[in-house]
């Protein structure tokens, strides 16, 4: 099976790669991403979705963030969308066994 290419969703905010995270800015992307783990847990995929995004434009430097966006990525048939935040999150950290895990479910 060939999937077509796809446009950038536009919740895949990427962060600001350049920009050190004060600990008042991972404090609160800690805070979205435990709200996230929650909706995750629940099923609600594309709010997860949102807490992730908004978890990154705090924190761009954190793999596991972008490794666990694209995981619900793939819980809403977007393995594209997956692929790209687990490249980024390879970037960041290129021993993330969590980003390796989640880009080939997206890949197969």
């Known amino acids: 099976m060939i999937l077509e290419p796809d446009t950038p969703d536009p919740n895949q905010e990427m962060g600001n790669e350049n920009h050190s995270a004060t600990d008042e800015e991972m404090d609160k992307s800690n805070d979205f991403k435990r709200e996230a783990v929650g909706l995750?847990?629940?099923?609600?995929?594309?709010?997860?979705?949102?807490?992730?995004?908004?978890?990154?434009?705090?924190n761009a430097g954190s793999?596991?963030?972008f490794a666990k966006r694209g995981q619900a990525f793939t819980q809403l048939g977007k393995p594209n969308a997956c692929i790209r935040d687990c490249n980024r999150a390879l970037?960041?950290?290129?021993?993330?066994?969590?980003?390796?895990?989640?880009?080939?479910?997206?890949?197969r």
């Open 40 to 58: 995750y847990n629940e099923n609600k995929y594309a709010e997860c979705i949102e807490k992730y995004t908004e978890a990154i434009k705090l």
């Open 63 to 65: 793999a596991l963030l």
């Open 91 to 107: 970037q960041i950290n290129p021993d993330s066994a969590v980003a390796y895990k989640f880009r080939g479910r997206a890949h």
